[in-house]
């Protein structure tokens, strides 16, 4: 299920960022991908609420900044606010 | 630095040019910035419906010493894309910043990361400023995104708390960097 969530998560950061699924590796995030500027991080937030059906939290919002939190919020998960 | 308080202040990055705005920068480009619907959306506010003259009073009231209003200029072609202000509060030293891109084409060039990271040296080294922060109001996904990717600490959403332009009620983010964490960020690429 984790599996298929990070699965998921990985497709839509791709579609995003316009590249291959393939070439997103688990630890993706700002900072790592050269696509992740901030166009491509409103983009990805939109698709993230377009998939969800419905806005993210305030907490989720600031707090994306990897494959893994993508996951996270995907699965209906609260990231943490601070201390990235 | 040969600079003084008060007196208009220049600064350099590798692509821009960073100077105090005058009267004479209230051009037909920079009223259009306060007047653009998408522009003034990450400010959390509609079109201002600005001309000249109310633009040339809000150049006027930064003093250089508490408040700066710096027009962002490509050294290449001259060309003003956007301005930063700042707000040093030499009693508490903490700096309040805000930074507009106006020029749409500028849009995802890495402009703010590059003038915001020399405002900060400005401010730390200069203004001897112990923290800078922003607010952001309103979900402004690439403000967010600027300050997480330099290091800015989220210290805290005001979750609702304040009314959108357009209806209803949104978020504000508060982002800080303090002067440890700034020289820390800084220190490997003078390794």
Partial sequence: MADAGLQTARQLLAAVLEMEVADIADDAGIGGLTGWDSLAHMRLIMALEAHMGAPLSPGNVVAIGSLQDIATVLAGGELSVTGF | ?191
């Fill in chain 2, 1 to 191: 630095m040969d600079w003084r308080p008060g007196e208009p202040l220049q600064l350099e990055t590798d692509r821009f040019r960073l100077r105090s705005l005058t009267p004479a920068d209230a051009t037909i480009t920079y009223v259009s910035w306060w007047n653009d619907p998408e522009v003034q959306a990450g400010l959390n506010f509609p079109a201002r419906g600005w001309d000249r003259q109310r633009a040339i009073r809000h150049i006027s009231q930064f003093n250089n010493q508490t408040g700066f209003h710096l027009g962002i200029f490509c050294k290449d072609t001259d060309r003003m894309i956007g301005f930063f202000a700042a707000f040093p509060d030499p009693q508490s030293k903490v700096a309040k910043t805000n930074i507009v891109i106006g020029e749409k084409d500028y849009w995802g060039k890495n402009v703010v990361q590059e003038v915001r990271a020399r405002m900060l040296s400005f401010l730390f080294e200069v203004m001897g400023m112990e923290k800078v922060k922003g607010e952001i109001q309103g979900r402004n996904y690439p403000s967010i995104f600027n300050y997480k990717a330099m290091g800015f600490t989220c210290e805290g959403v005001l979750r609702s708390d304040i009314p959108r332009f357009d209806g209803g009620r949104t978020d504000v983010f508060i982002f800080g960097l303090l002067r440890d964490e700034w020289e820390a960020l800084k220190a490997p690429a003078h390794d």
